[in-house]
């Protein structure tokens, strides 16, 4: 059953799971084939698809009274509590499917197939199926996250709800007061759903005004998206992801998915000067007048309009679009479920490949220059995801007229052949200073006030008038075939967002925007001068086996080996440290509360992760996985077993989860490393190169990327599971490592450090490298010579000295970073955790031991004690305190940019009176 599953995940390349700029944007997983509809599709009018007369079979018919058939779909206790019902239409692509939304006490279902009868009866059309588990779609109401009214072929009927593992529906209803009478009772249905504008999807609080009108516009609703991103609270990406969802824009439907800018127009360049305006598109321009010739003819061509079929048609300057179904299918046809959506609209076939997506450079001169009918803008994948570039299908999309083949997209050459680095600078490029100075000229041709009317004109902006909200009422239109015309040419032209701004967008303030601090855990910062407070910052009896630091107010707890700290409010703990292998929970502080839970494993527990606050998992010495509910807030005496994962065949040695990724990865002693679907609690992949146990595992909450090691190995994934970079020689000098932590700086960051710690108590730091080869390999990729001539290793950058530091120095069992990545964390064997820093320009105090902390000369083989007379000083070097006589001694200290002399102990003067730098052995 494994091997069909990892045949079946392994076998195409899917949609990427979104990242987590997270942002809470409610990024659809389209693969799901559960979330594609197999019904009528958009070019049908809304009305027909929830209101269409058919002949349907009584649910309740050959059922008895006691045992209606609705009672099979729902879960116990639903059924007899049903809040609400309505026909709505499920969106999914291009397609839809009627159906039916029911609302009960627990659950909210849609109930694919199904209608309402006259009688307020569920019934079942001869083609919707039996009474199976795939025609049912089920969320619990806890784990609705937040609920969006949207809009469907350019009418204001449509709702989006919106799932705490990041996946979502869209749903059409008949009318608006249908879709408003539903979104009401959902909102207060739900319990759970999300207040603030930190965790919403769209940015702020449901309901808001985008654009506040006066000063009491924002104590009534708090700081809009708009000033968190002028303030550079949020990145450029989330923003305008913000304003897609707030515009109705979704990833369910291809005709409105979200549109991103193009940035940049220097696609023949060998690297890429983000400090050059040159390399950057004009923002202020739509992609029609991106030269001045091209503007000319689309300005005379709306000066000189007529209506050839006379119906009254207004002037427009664009015959095509900027987004529509066929713009995103083409730019995704190299992974399903796109490629089937785009032979969709192709009637079966592959287009011409000479019009196909095969060029980024191609694509960007057809659409800025060369080409009338082409002004496309980009997608959201263009910043995130590298897969949608690979023909990993290997699908055979055509030989062009020059000969050419399509294969992989080519890409320019500051790419290096890679994707993921392309995807990596693009993303960067979207989020350095010229465009955020310039972002707010795009947004007022897409979602401001240069949308529509005169301004629009001004700024040759005009698309046709049938691709705006409000432009037509398709249900008013009485012919069946005028009705389907104007359909046809909704989905066909794209439809134009919502306009969100009427006034002039804000600029953003460039030098706010979120960047790598001066101190934090950078490459670009010089990690040699890392200094470590003498004192540990935490002391516990045991081995530490975690360090969980919690934000605002700081505070960092050190747990014991076989200790978890369960969210969300980490003031609960779970222990399976007991010989009888049961798993105890209590109170962290008071132990009071105390919770045993029994056989959860055939054998001892070795490893555990909570997912949430309500899902736990634990790995076993019996090789399996298991997943667990509970909620612990409320003292639940019971814990479900939701799953039991198998596909080790050794003891599971690390587990760690990465929710706002919906996934979760296990290491095992076997050398087996797999990735998990945290949603459907299924397999996904296994990454192939581990020959020795799995010691530690990390997942990046920002990029995605995965960081496994195993005993003398460390390797970086993408969150597909394509292998990025490994140690070079694929070993790692001196103890075995033990744990590891990333320093997450951004999604877009090259600059970030592997930490790991060693069972001989060293911490190393990591970078990747990616750079020339030195000798090309035996086979070459034929049709991407310049992948060939580079690669990315994992390289040795610093190796902390602990050992001036540390005395006894222990196995290092335990790191991690706070949330503002400026310091590290190390705990080790003999229960301690010190931390590491990077000292201010001018301070270099950080590190220093607290007065109140000794009261006595911490020499060696001194024994003055601190009173009146015997003041303490502060080794400017190690940060521990000394009598006047053991700090004695001056010293320049370089890696804290003290040029002069300053006051140090005996045991530093000789450090740094002729000390070698660090090595690996």
């Known amino acids: 059953e494994e091997k069909e599953e990892e045949k079946e995940?392994?076998?195409?390349?899917?949609?990427?799971?979104?990242?987590?700029?997270?942002?809470?944007?409610?990024?659809?997983?389209?693969?799901?084939?559960?979330?594609?509809?197999?019904?009528?599709?958009?070019?049908?009018?809304?009305?027909?698809?929830?209101?269409?007369?058919?002949?349907?079979?009584?649910?309740?018919?050959?059922?008895?009274?006691?045992?209606?058939?609705?009672?099979?779909?729902?879960?116990?206790?639903?059924?007899?509590?049903?809040?609400?019902?309505?026909?709505?239409?499920?969106?999914?692509?291009?397609?839809?499917?009627?159906?039916?939304?029911?609302?009960?006490?627990?659950?909210?279902?849609?109930?694919?197939?199904?209608?309402?009868?006259?009688?307020?009866?569920i019934f079942q059309s001869p083609a919707g199926g039996s009474l199976a588990s795939d025609a049912v779609l089920k969320w619990d109401l806890q784990d609705i996250r937040d609920v969006r009214r949207g809009r469907y072929l350019l009418q204001d009927r449509a709702l989006e709800i919106f799932s705490a593992d990041g996946n979502n529906i869209l749903l059409a209803f008949s009318d608006r007061s249908t879709r408003d009478h539903t979104y009401t009772a959902l909102l207060a249905a739900a319990s759970t759903l999300v207040e603030t504008a930190e965790e919403s999807v769209a940015g702020m609080p449901r309901d808001a005004k985008v654009e506040q009108p006066s000063i009491l516009g924002f104590f009534s609703q708090g700081k809009s998206v708009t000033t968190r991103w002028e303030n550079g609270e949020i990145s450029n990406f989330q923003y305008i992801m913000y304003l897609n969802t707030l515009a109705g824009r979704s990833y369910n439907d291809l005709n409105q998915y979200p549109v991103f800018p193009w940035v940049l127009r220097d696609y023949e360049s060998a690297d890429l000067d983000l400090t050059n305006e040159a390399v950057f598109r004009d923002l202020s321009k739509p992609m029609g007048a991106q030269t001045p010739k091209r503007a000319e003819g689309f300005a005379l061509r709306y000066e000189s309009w007529e209506d050839p079929l006379n119906e009254g048609t207004p002037a427009f300057h664009y015959g095509t679009h900027y987004s529509s179904a066929a713009i995103v299918a083409g730019f995704l046809i190299r992974m399903e479920p796109f490629t089937r959506l785009f032979l969709k609209l192709q009637g079966g076939h592959f287009d011409h490949p000479d019009r196909m997506f095969h060029?980024?450079?191609?694509?960007?001169?057809?659409?800025?220059?060369?080409?009338?009918?082409d002004v496309r803008e980009l997608i959201p994948e263009f910043f995130y995801l590298p897969e949608f570039l690979l023909n990993e299908n290997k699908f055979d999309l055509g030989t062009k007229q020059n000969?050419?083949?399509?294969?992989?997209?080519?890409?320019?050459?500051?790419?290096?052949?890679?994707?993921?680095?392309?995807?990596?600078?693009?993303?960067?490029?979207?989020?350095?200073?010229?465009?955020?100075?310039?972002?707010?000229?795009?947004?007022?041709?897409?979602?401001?006030?240069?949308?529509?009317?005169?301004?629009?004109?001004?700024?040759?902006?005009?698309?046709?008038?049938?691709?705006?909200?409000?432009?037509v009422d398709i249900d008013a239109i009485a012919d069946p075939v005028s009705r389907q015309a104007t359909i046809s040419i909704i989905n066909n032209f794209g439809q134009t967002p919502v306009q969100l701004f009427k006034r002039p967008h804000p600029a953003k303030k460039v030098g706010n925007q979120l960047s790598s601090s001066s101190n934090q855990l950078s490459t670009l910062n010089r990690l040699d001068r890392l200094v470590c407070a003498a004192q540990p910052v935490r002391e516990i009896a045991h081995r530490v086996g975690m360090i969980v630091v919690l934000d605002k107010p700081e505070r960092v707890h050190a747990l014991r080996e076989k200790q978890l700290l369960l969210p969300a409010a980490y003031t609960r703990c779970l222990d399976w440290n007991s010989p009888t292998h049961a798993l105890t929970s209590f109170v962290l502080d008071t132990e009071r509360d105390l919770l045993v839970y029994e056989g959860l494993h055939s054998g001892p527990i070795v490893c555990a992760v909570a997912a949430s606050d309500r899902l736990l998992l634990t790995g076993g010495a019996d090789t399996t996985v298991r997943v667990w509910h509970a909620d612990f807030a409320k003292l639940d005496r019971r814990l479900k077993l939701v799953r039991t994962l198998c596909g080790h065949t050794a003891a599971v040695s690390c587990l760690f989860a990465a929710p706002p990724f919906n996934i979760f990865v296990s290491g095992s002693?076997?050398?087996?490393?797999?990735?998990?679907?945290?949603?459907?609690?299924?397999?996904?992949?296994?990454?192939?190169?581990?020959?020795?146990?799995?010691?530690?595992?990390?997942?990046?909450?920002?990029a995605g990327s995965i960081v496994s090691c195993s005993r003398d190995q460390i390797c970086l994934w993408t969150i597909n599971g394509a292998l990025l970079a490994c140690t070079a020689s694929h070993r790692v000098v001196g103890g075995a490592i033990m744990c590891c932590v990333v320093s997450e700086l951004s999604e877009?960051?090259?600059?970030?450090?592997?930490?790991?710690?060693?069972?001989?108590?060293?911490?190393?730091?990591?970078?990747?490298?990616?750079?020339?080869?030195?000798?090309?390999?035996?086979?070459?990729?034929?049709?991407?010579?310049?992948?060939?001539?580079?690669?990315r290793s994992i390289q040795l950058l610093e190796v902390l000295p602990v050992q001036t530091v540390v005395a006894d120095v222990a196995a290092v069992t335990s790191l991690a970073?706070?949330?503002?990545?400026?310091?590290?964390?190390?705990?080790?064997?003999?229960?301690?955790?010190?931390?590491?820093?990077?000292?201010?320009?001018?301070?270099?105090?950080?590190?220093?031991?607290?007065?109140?902390?000794v009261t006595a000369c911490m020499a060696q083989d001194c024994t003055v004690k601190f009173n009146l007379s015997e003041r303490r000083h502060h080794c400017r070097n190690c940060g521990r305190v000394f009598c006047g006589r053991c700090t004695a001694y001056e010293s320049c200290i370089p890696v804290l940019n003290i040029s002069k002399p300053v006051r140090v102990c005996q045991a530093c003067h000789e450090l740094l009176s002729g000390s070698a730098g660090p090595t690996e052995g």
């Open 9 to 121: 995940e392994e076998g195409k390349a899917t949609a990427a799971i979104p990242p987590a700029e997270d942002t809470g944007d409610g990024k659809p997983m389209l693969t799901k084939e559960s979330k594609t509809g197999t019904g009528n599709t958009t070019a049908t009018s809304l009305s027909s698809l929830v209101n269409a007369s058919q002949p349907m079979l009584d649910l309740f018919d050959d059922v008895t009274e006691d045992e209606p058939a609705i009672s099979r779909l729902l879960e116990r206790g639903d059924s007899s509590n049903i809040k609400i019902q309505q026909e709505a239409a499920l969106v999914s692509g291009l397609d839809s499917s009627q159906g039916v939304l029911v609302l009960c006490e627990l659950h909210v279902y849609f109930l694919n197939g199904y209608s309402i009868s006259a009688h307020d009866k």
């Open 669 to 702: 002693e076997d050398g087996t490393c797999i990735v998990w679907d945290l949603t459907r609690l299924k397999y996904v992949r296994q990454l192939r190169e581990h020959t020795s146990p799995i010691t530690a595992l990390h997942i990046d909450r920002l």
């Open 748 to 791: 877009w960051a090259s600059d970030f450090v592997i930490v790991t710690g060693h069972q001989d108590g060293r911490v190393k730091l990591w970078h990747v490298v990616f750079e020339e080869r030195a000798e090309l390999p035996a086979t070459r990729d034929i049709l991407n010579p310049i992948k060939d001539k580079w690669q």
């Open 817 to 853: 970073i706070t949330p503002d990545q400026r310091r590290l964390l190390v705990g080790d064997a003999r229960g301690r955790v010190y931390q590491w820093v990077l000292p201010e320009s001018g301070k270099g105090t950080e590190h220093w031991v607290k007065d109140n902390f």
């Open 359 to 373: 060029s980024v450079a191609e694509a960007w001169a057809s659409a800025s220059e060369k080409s009338n009918g």
């Open 403 to 471: 000969g050419v083949s399509l294969d992989n997209v080519i890409l320019p050459p500051w790419a290096k052949g890679d994707a993921h680095e392309f995807v990596r600078l693009h993303r960067e490029a979207l989020e350095c200073d010229y465009v955020s100075a310039h972002l707010h000229e795009w947004i007022d041709l897409v979602f401001g006030y240069k949308q529509q009317g005169e301004e629009a004109r001004k700024a040759l902006n005009k698309f046709h008038h049938l691709t705006y909200e409000g432009a």
